[in-house]
């Protein structure tokens, strides 16, 4: 299994529109965030967590020329604004199955609602076919998908285990219960915000303290901002198991 890292970045992504924060005008390609998502692919199968508003630009750095399903984590605009631009891949390939809890899907039904038209579509629409989750273990490709269930402060919203690698985003608090679904994890991907508490994200501090909770093999550090500091003096100080991740990074598992 690949995963590759098409943004790493928190809602603004890095370097922000008109900042002069050192990160910001760092010239150290690590340090340049797109907004936050992933492809994960086995055999013939590719599926994209996340939609956000640079993912034009982060297929045009892949050789990724076929989507088998989209899976939405939750419904905030750095994580769905992209959706419009899979039109390239339906024209190639037909309608493209997008899973989401029932919420996202209302969503995505009133942002996009020329997409999801039954009747009298504009030509050349992008068509999608929508599968409402609602947290219980779902089959895509020949794996089994389980979503983890996160709060966003309080909005409920969905991280996902592909097999021994999980992948959660925008959290800040987990459940005992839901802890117990990360067990035996060869990669473990998760947000750390910054240094500074947030209310709805874990900042490095929590997020180090949940990857020694779960114990994987390997943790990687995404949905990053410019507060959490300079790439590559913010990893020498971690240990030895987690490392911040960037984007156009892939790993195999």
């Known amino acids: ?7 790493t970045g928190t809602s603004q992504g890095i370097p922000i529109v008109g900042s002069n924060h050192p990160v910001c005008l760092s010239d150290n390609p690590k340090d340049m965030r797109l907004r936050v998502s992933v492809l994960v692919e086995w055999s013939d199968f590719t599926i994209l967590i996340d939609c956000g508003p640079d993912f034009r630009q982060q297929l045009l750095r892949t050789d990724c020329n076929e989507i088998n399903a989209i899976i939405f984590t939750h419904e905030h605009s750095d ?6 631009d899979l039109r390239p891949f339906f024209y190639r390939q037909g309608a493209i199955d997008v899973y989401a809890h029932e919420r996202v899907l209302k969503s995505l039904y009133k942002r996009f609602d020329y997409i999801f038209k039954k ?14 989750l609602s947290g219980e273990n779902f089959n895509l490709g020949g794996k089994t998908i389980i979503p983890i269930n996160v709060l966003h402060n309080n909005l409920p919203i969905f991280g996902y285990r ?17 802890i117990k679904k990360l067990t035996n994890l060869d990669v473990l991907v998760v947000n750390a915000l910054r240094i500074d508490s ?3 994200h874990f900042n490095l501090e929590e997020a180090l303290e949940f990857i020694k909770l779960v114990n994987p093999k390997k943790a990687y550090l995404t949905h990053i901002s410019h507060h959490l500091g300079f790439h590559d003096v913010v990893e020498k100080t ?13 790993i195999s598992i």
Do not use: R, W
């Open 1 to 7: 299994m690949k995963i590759t890292f098409l943004g």
């Open 79 to 84: 994580h769905t604004a992209g959706l419009d």
């Open 119 to 132: 009747e009298n579509k504009y030509p050349g629409v992008l068509t999608l076919n929508d599968y409402q």
């Open 162 to 178: 592909i097999n021994n690698f999980a992948y959660i985003t925008d959290a800040k608090t987990i459940s005992k219960l839901e």
């Open 198 to 200: 947030h209310v709805s």
């Open 238 to 250: 971690l240990p030895k198991n987690v490392k911040i991740a960037y984007d156009q990074l892939q």
